[in-house]
């Protein structure tokens, strides 16, 4: 077995902001998505 070569903090915390990052562009572009989809769904008659 290898031994496991884990990351510096600073790596850990850049890494951990960027998933944050990303879920939080992510949520709000399905947010907006969902919100125009709910426009144009309740304007179609």
């Known amino acids: 077995m290898k031994k496991i070569n884990w990351p510096d903090r600073e790596t850990t ?6 998933v944050i990052g990303i879920s939080v562009v992510l949520g709000i572009l399905l947010g907006g998505v969902d919100f125009l989809l709910q426009a144009v769904f309740e304007a179609v008659p």
Do not use: A, E, Q
Request: net charge positive; hydrophobic share 50%.
């Open 13 to 18: 915390k850049n890494l951990t902001i960027v």
